[in-house]
């Protein structure tokens, strides 16, 4: 790697971003944001500029609303005091020659009442995923989740949309839709999470809905070029996110309409 003429160290461009070189910094959640507010702080501000050396840097999931929360100590983007603390990040990133993109993720039926002010998580279907959520008080058994109302889905999308406007206000050079592992997005997608029979579930087509409208939402409240995305087709053994036999249908058809959206990048 320290041969100045290895293509990973080559600049690239990134729908609307040019990248230094070929090296993204992948999200990793280091449980730092130490306050009720959800705010990042001094001592993220100077972890992620110490990586500023890498092409992109993914921050960690970023919780888009109150009701996304999903585990302790984590940061959010959906007020104005966290996009003031993530506009220090960013500030710090971009004075050290770095590139950062936000990682907007809600965890959906992986949380707990416990971290949600005693409200139940919400979901596609009333169906618990089997997990363990990281409580104040320690891991603990979720719970089956509140079915989401059609008026759950549309404040979702637009909470979204507003998290992007907000990325935008504290510096970021672009959005991440976190659509892996056990949050939000890959219950909508797998069938035996997703029980639903209106315009959200019983199809291929219903299943990616809420996934394109958030994609279209955020691309609105930006740009195409500045918006990514992170899907994983199969959890085998992760609790109930189990792939079905309409699985790779599913995961086959959102691809092709993704690809129409003129994303900065889709990452499988």
């Not at 890498?54 to 585990?71: C, D, H, M, Y």
């Not at 506009?87 to 907007?104: K, N, P, S, W």
């Not at 089956?144 to 998290?163: F, Q, S």
């Not at 087709?233 to 599913?250: D, K, M």
């Amino acid at each position: 790697m320290s041969n100045p003429t290895h293509p990973l160290l080559e600049p690239i461009r990134i729908g609307d971003i040019n990248l230094p070189n070929r090296i993204i910094m992948a999200s990793m959640t280091r449980a730092r944001t130490d306050n009720p507010g959800f705010v990042p702080n001094a001592l993220q501000a100077e972890y992620y500029a110490q990586r500023a050396s890498a092409g992109l840097i993914l921050t960690e999931g970023t919780w888009p609303s109150r009701e996304g929360v999903g585990f302790i100590n984590v940061p959010g983007l959906y007020t104005r005091e966290q996009a003031d603390g993530w506009r220090r990040i960013t500030d710090a990133v971009h004075e050290a020659g770095g590139r950062i993109f936000v990682q907007l993720g809600h965890l959906g039926s992986s949380s707990h009442p416990d971290l949600l002010d005693g409200a139940l998580p919400l979901a596609p279907s009333a169906v618990n995923p089997g997990l363990k959520a990281f409580t104040p008080t320690g891991f603990k058994d979720t719970v089956a989740p509140k079915p989401m109302e059609l008026g759950d889905i549309a404040r979702t999308v637009d909470d979204y949309a507003k998290a992007a406007h907000l990325a935008q206000v504290a510096g970021f050079d672009g959005v991440e839709l976190h659509g892996i592992n056990t949050y939000l997005i890959p219950t909508f997608l797998y069938e035996n999470l997703n029980r639903r029979t209106d315009d959200y579930g019983g199809s291929v087509e219903n299943r990616a809905r809420i996934v394109l409208e958030l994609v279209d939402a955020l691309v609105a409240s930006w740009a195409p070029g500045r918006v990514g995305i992170k899907l994983s087709p199969g959890l085998t053994g992760v609790g109930q996110f189990n792939a079905g036999t309409e699985t790779l249908p599913t995961f086959e058809y959102l691809i092709g309409q993704l690809s129409t959206r003129h994303l900065a990048y889709l990452q499988l």
